[in-house]
């Protein structure tokens, strides 16, 4: 029989407060996530935001206890699904390749290649596909297996997003009724879907198909659920001088507030393992935005992490891609053209203090602005025409 892998892609995050600085570098150094003018820019530029921000966001991990759980619950959620794929008859080795902190891809090929896995299988771990997530880890993928011809003797198979999965939408649905029925008046409850957001331009201009998937998503979980609580969906975690997709997290919290909301659930549903963005940023920040505002009752459903149900689909999803026509890199959306990464007419500021997010890419871009405009004499103007 054939060896078989999986590959786990998720966006990393710093383990350790002393993490922080260099993950932040490595974000902001992949030329997928800024391009600029001038390829010698990207080091400093990189360098430059990291400086800015590592001790702001050394602080939020302080927070949540000095670093990310990502790893670690990638880690069980790979051994979770072994461990289903064994049970249905089929012996396979996860590995986990992480975007931005260890272990990288690249250190994920390397055990790939050592194990002499001949059918690999690549899952990304965003239900919902977006050329900012799953299309960046394809395109590095793409790279790779270019560059190295003992991959290329490895035969895989990519799934693009998964999202409408009986099996996550069940478990989602089971999360947000037990959470329900633990509240002491459950049906005033507003379920306050979160997720988490792209720039306009991505959707509009690159034909992301990452809104429409989270706005159906979110309607197939609400069928599931099949209760008569009101809901709302917004996105977070917004950085940057470009328009991103609304309504804001922040401001639709606060305008359910006006509207007399008291009791609000909020459900991270474009996240399926715990990390910085639901411990610090909704469960912290949004509860702080949401007491201020006068709702009295502020609760959120856990991240699926190890759902039983939830692992036993993806172990499902596996097989059924191991049978099913191969998905080569190309097959996923990618960017339709160069995006412009660069104040629009109408913008605004819109900087949460969130440092593990799926778009830092574009973190801090006003300082990218400003520095090329001291080195090369150029503005958001004149950048117009070279993004």
Known sequence: MSRVGVLLLNLGGPEQLEDVRPFLFNLFSDPEIIRLPFPWLQKPLAWFIST????KS??????????????????????AIEKQLEEKGLTAQTYIG????HPFTEEALARIKRDQIERLVILPLYPQYSISTSGSSFRLLDQLWQKDPELQNTEYTVIPSW???????QAMAELIAQELDNCPNSEQVHIFFSAHGV???YVEEAGDPYQAEIEDCVDKIMKALNRSNSHTLAYQSRVGPVEWLKPYTEEAIQELASDGVKDLLVVPISFVSEHIETLQEIDMEYREVAEEAGISNFYRVPALNTHPVFINDLADLVIEALDAPTRLFSDAIQMKKIIKMYPQEKWQWGLTTTAEVWNGRLAMLGFMALLLELITGYGPLHLAGLL
Do not use: A, H
């Open 98 to 101: 992480m975007r931005y902190w």
């Open 163 to 169: 999202y409408q999965r009986p099996g996550y939408i």
């Open 199 to 201: 720039p306009v331009s």
């Open 52 to 55: 800015m921000r590592f001790q």
């Open 58 to 79: 050394q602080d939020n991990y302080k927070e949540i206890g000095g670093g990310s759980p990502l790893r670690s619950i990638t880690e069980q959620q790979g051994l």
